[in-house]
């Protein structure tokens, strides 16, 4: 977070002091894009996660504007990456988890003045909201005097409220073609809800809640009206 609002005042402190002699970039109002992101989750064992999403931007004025956005992830999880619940299972426990993520989210930006003909920094600052579906697949036994009980694992991952800095860039291309790129830091959790079942024993609900701030690169290409 500290690294998004230093780059971002050092940006924004170069445009100032440039201003507009160096040119001037020409902007449409409306732009609709695509981006492809890649996500790094802090104190996770995720790896490699990469997505793709949707946008559109208005700008109000030369250096204010707002974005609206959705993008996609998907990964999957197994027993060494989730907490179990119930370790003293005598025998293997089977699990898979697959989520795909829906972030859905609105940010405000800050342009910096003119720095060169064709590129434009910005600061951003937003909220947004991340969707899950997800499917949670298990089974493990249990012996009690002598006897198996096979149980089953079934569950749901609940999205939350989130919030996100931004620092960016956008490289014009032509007229109407940009090139947008982007670091930006999310801070998040995730509720997951296992329910762990047999027919004999009856079941139960356990809850956990897992942060899950990330840092996000993301490029794609921008069309102005």
């Known amino acids: 977070m500290k690294t998004v609002i230093i780059c ?18 020409k902007y449409g109002e409306l732009r609709l ?9 802090k104190d996770s064992d995720f790896d490699h996660i990469f997505g793709y999403g949707a946008i559109a931007k208005y700008k109000f004025t030369d250096t ?3 974005e609206m956005g959705v993008d ?8 060494g990456d989730v907490e179990m619940p119930f370790s003293s299972a005598p025998g293997p426990v089977y699990y898979k988890e697959v989520d795909r993520v829906y972030p859905i989210y609105f940010s405000a930006m800050i342009f910096a003045p003119i720095t060169e003909q064709n590129a434009r920094a910005y600061l951003g ?19 009690v005097d002598g006897k198996t009980y096979p149980f089953t694992i ?7 409220w989130s919030v996100h800095a931004a620092v960016g860039a956008d490289f014009m291309l032509s007229q109407h073609i940009f090139l947008n790129v982007e670091a930006r830091y999310v801070i998040t959790h995730l509720d997951r809800e296992q329910t762990h079942s047999n ?11 897992a942060d899950f701030n990330n840092w996000q690169i993301r490029a794609g290409l921008e069309y102005s009206f």
């Open 199 to 209: 027919p004999e024993k009856g079941s139960v609900t356990v809850k956990d809640e």
């Open 8 to 25: 971002g005042i050092v940006i924004l402190t170069f445009g100032l002091w440039v201003g507009e002699s160096a040119g001037e970039l």
């Open 72 to 79: 996609y992830f998907r990964w999957s999880l197994d027993e």
């Open 64 to 66: 204010l504007g707002i």
């Open 33 to 41: 894009g695509a981006h492809g992101s890649y996500i790094n989750p």
């Open 154 to 160: 079934t569950g749901k991952v609940n999205g939350q």
């Open 125 to 143: 600052l937003g909220a947004g909201y991340y969707q899950v579906d997800s499917n949670i697949d298990g089974h493990y036994d249990v012996v």
